[in-house]
């Protein structure tokens, strides 16, 4: 009689390779092995060999690069997403697309259970099982570290006695995960607030010391919305990203340290390496300030935060961030032309912007001679605009006399 089968989303890292293991033990489950190719900088074979190697019985690799860059990192750039003002959501736009290819191959495979490597203090469990659950509710998951409550240090030494091969190690604890929009990087010395981030806690970023002393200058054109160039030549969104990567990579652009409220209710000290998402995010909002009326922009700026919160607690799948979408891309319909930017020590700097959809009028702006500004009507329009402030100030100095 054939065992059940759990498919088990992987990653190579330590948390998902000994779940494995303990899949076997604890639940006497074939175990496979699912390997998401969201661009991240490894050997995918490898890793799909690895799982293999460790005990799975089936291992796959899906390449779902130009789905993650067209469907899921595009549409938060329109929305300008960034959790709490710092965090382009690099890993959590990636855990929805994973629970799509963890439902597909369960349903290929006959699985009735899938599993991930999430602890029970980080985001991306509820990030995996409320996607899971949207996409299939009739799935049972397991998650193996949250349920054996182990340490990192005790998955380590788990890890040894079973002959696992893991890239952490007691001197270099580091838990990171990586895809094309940005690369985090936390547990360790990074747990102290006070310390700063040590070298080889980054990977794609240099140091503000070894960067270059020139300044590089790039265009970057976008069309409704979308990147699709850069100094001219075109480029698929995701060689678009890479390319910015390494560009702002060069030049120590992309680092982000920041206290991070997680969705479970906790304060946590995460890492980020981002330069594309730092660039590209800067650059697309410095197009619709140019393209943008002034009343869309101030409504859209309120949603982009509750966009921004929906990605981060895992209702990628829900109706509210849908309709958000339809509202998002009928912004975007003026948001065409080219931003010029400064890649120099750290920083990604605006310097220009041009559209043939600009909202700006030299005539009305400039205080020079081809000034066409009506200055007469602001008199009126001062004194039409202040007339509720005044109203009540009056009836203020009535009641205090």
Same mark, same amino acid.
């Given at each position: 009689?054939?065992?059940?089968?759990?498919?088990?989303?992987?990653?190579?890292?330590?948390?998902?390779?000994?779940?494995?293991?303990?899949?076997?033990? #604890?639940?006497?489950?074939?175990?496979?092995?699912?390997?998401?190719?969201? %661009?991240?900088?490894?050997? /995918?074979?490898?890793?799909?060999?690895?799982? =293999?190697?460790?005990? *799975?019985?089936?291992?796959?690799?899906?390449?779902?690069?130009?789905?993650?860059?067209?469907?899921?990192?595009?549409?938060?750039?329109?929305?300008?997403?960034?959790?709490?003002?710092?965090?382009?959501?690099?890993?959590?736009?990636?855990?929805?697309?994973? *629970?799509?290819? =963890?439902?597909?191959?369960?349903?290929?495979?006959?699985?009735?259970?899938?599993?991930? %490597?999430?602890?029970?203090?980080?985001?991306?469990?509820?990030?995996?099982? /409320?996607?899971?659950?949207?996409?299939?509710?009739?799935?049972?998951?397991?998650?193996?570290?949250?349920?054996?409550?182990?340490?990192?240090?005790?998955?380590?030494?788990?890890?040894?006695?079973?002959?696992?091969?893991?890239?952490?190690? @007691?001197?270099?604890?580091?838990?990171?995960?990586?895809?094309?929009?940005?690369?985090?990087?936390?547990?360790?010395?990074?747990?102290?607030?006070?310390?700063?981030?040590?070298? &080889?806690?980054?990977?794609?970023?240099?140091?503000?010391?070894?960067?270059?002393?020139?300044?590089?200058?790039?265009?970057?054109?976008?069309?409704?919305?979308?990147?699709?160039? /850069?100094?001219?030549? #075109? @480029?698929?969104?995701?060689?678009?990203?890479?390319?910015?990567?390494?560009?702002?990579?060069?030049?120590?652009?992309?680092?982000?340290?920041?206290?991070?409220?997680?969705?479970?209710?906790?304060?946590?000290?995460?890492?980020?390496?981002?330069?594309?998402?730092?660039?590209?995010?800067?650059?697309?909002?410095?197009?619709? *300030?140019?393209?943008?009326?002034?009343?869309?922009?101030?409504?859209?700026?309120?949603?982009?935060?509750?966009?921004?919160?929906?990605?981060?607690?895992?209702?990628?799948?829900?109706?509210?961030?849908?309709?958000? &979408?339809?509202?998002?891309?009928?912004?975007?319909?003026?948001?065409?032309?080219?931003?010029?930017?400064?890649?120099?020590?750290?920083?990604?700097?605006?310097?220009?912007?041009?559209?043939?959809?600009?909202?700006?009028?030299?005539?009305?702006?400039?205080?020079? *001679?081809?000034?066409?500004?009506?200055?007469?009507?602001?008199?009126?329009?001062?004194?039409?605009?202040?007339?509720?402030?005044?109203?009540?100030?009056?009836?203020?100095?009535?009641?205090?006399?």
């Amino acid at each position: 009689m054939s065992k059940e089968k759990v498919v088990l989303a992987y990653s190579g890292g330590l948390d998902t390779s000994v779940a494995i293991k303990w899949l076997q033990e #604890k639940y006497n489950l074939d175990v496979i092995a699912l390997v998401v190719n969201l %661009g991240q900088p490894a050997d /995918i074979e490898a890793v799909r060999d690895k799982a =293999l190697a460790i005990g *799975a019985v089936e291992s796959y690799m899906v390449d779902a690069r130009k789905e993650f860059a067209e469907e899921f990192v595009l549409p938060a750039l329109k929305a300008n997403a960034v959790y709490e003002g710092k965090y382009p959501l690099a890993t959590a736009l990636a855990r929805p697309l994973i *629970a799509k290819y =963890l439902v597909e191959q369960a349903g290929r495979s006959g699985a009735k259970t899938v599993a991930h %490597g999430c602890t029970g203090k980080g985001n991306d469990q509820v990030r995996f099982e /409320i996607s899971v659950a949207a996409l299939n509710p009739s799935l049972k998951v397991i998650a193996p570290i949250r349920e054996w409550g182990v340490s990192r240090e005790e998955a380590i030494k788990y890890a040894r006695k079973h002959g696992i091969p893991i890239p952490a190690t @007691k001197t270099s604890p580091y838990s990171v995960d990586e895809n094309l929009w940005g690369r985090s990087c936390e547990c360790g010395v990074l747990e102290d607030p006070w310390v700063e981030p040590p070298g &080889d806690a980054f990977s794609w970023t240099k140091d503000i010391s070894r960067v270059p002393d020139e300044p590089e200058y790039i265009e970057i054109d976008f069309r409704v919305g979308k990147p699709v160039a /850069i100094d001219d030549k #075109k @480029k698929r969104l995701v060689e678009l990203i890479s390319y910015l990567n390494r560009a702002g990579g060069k030049h120590g652009i992309g680092r982000v340290d920041m206290l991070e409220n997680r969705l479970v209710g906790i304060k946590s000290r995460e890492i980020y390496e981002c330069p594309a998402a730092i660039i590209l995010l800067l650059a697309h909002r410095e197009l619709e *300030a140019l393209t943008l009326e002034r009343d869309l922009i101030h409504y859209k700026a309120g949603l982009e935060q509750k966009y921004a919160e929906i990605i981060y607690y895992g209702q990628w799948y829900s109706p509210l961030r849908e309709a958000l &979408d339809a509202f998002i891309d009928k912004t975007q319909g003026s948001v065409s032309g080219t931003v010029r930017m400064k890649l120099f020590k750290g920083n990604a700097i605006v310097v220009g912007r041009k559209s043939e959809k600009s909202l700006y009028d030299y005539s009305l702006a400039t205080y020079e *001679a081809a000034d066409a500004f009506s200055h007469e009507s602001a008199g009126g329009f001062i004194e039409l605009f202040s007339l509720p402030i005044k109203v009540w100030a009056k009836k203020q100095r009535k009641q205090k006399s």
